[in-house]
């Protein structure tokens, strides 16, 4: 997939799963929110960017794109209570569809694994699962591509274990 194919998918993410984008859980708070907004915003600042060469990494420009494409409007969606709840309560109307249409399947390793994990561990294997994605998630349009997508579906079958 090309890089403008993969910016046109992560924009139409926004509105679907903002939390996936900015890798953070659905049960974060606004202050967690802010917190993780800031990491990533101060991740992709041009200059951090501007002393590496890395080819497969986000050049400035890229980043500059991600942030008022994709994290901005993500976090913009998410920093206040109502805003927020309404995207939870669409992510679950999302998981009972597909539940009753039996296509929610998981396919990455970490959201099978949490499929199948115990109710006691759900909670902690949700949280690791989802910090482990969140560190490498900015470092190239591919990896944060593939990482949102994989968040995504933790996010969609954590809260179908919780509900």
Do not use: C, W
Request: proline share 3%.
């Amino acid at each position: 997939m090309s890089e403008v194919e993969i910016f046109a998918e992560l924009t139409n993410m926004v509105d679907v799963d903002p939390f996936s984008l900015l890798g953070i859980s659905v049960s974060a708070d606004e202050k967690r929110i802010a917190k993780r907004y800031r990491f990533v915003a101060k991740q992709l600042h041009p200059d951090m960017l501007a002393g590496t060469n890395n080819a497969k990494g986000l050049t400035p420009n890229a980043a500059a794109q991600v942030i008022a494409r994709i994290v901005n409007p993500s976090y913009q969606k998410l920093k206040h209570e109502n805003s927020r709840q309404e995207t939870i309560s669409t992510l679950r109307l999302r998981v009972r569809r597909l539940v009753r249409t039996e296509k929610l399947i998981p396919t990455f390793t970490h959201a099978q694994q949490l499929a199948n994990t115990s109710d006691d561990s759900v909670d902690i294997f949700y949280e690791q699962a989802l910090t482990h994605l969140a560190e490498s998630q900015f470092k190239s349009i591919d990896e944060l591509y593939t990482h949102s997508l994989e968040i995504g579906q933790l996010n969609l079958v954590y809260l179908r274990r919780k509900m």
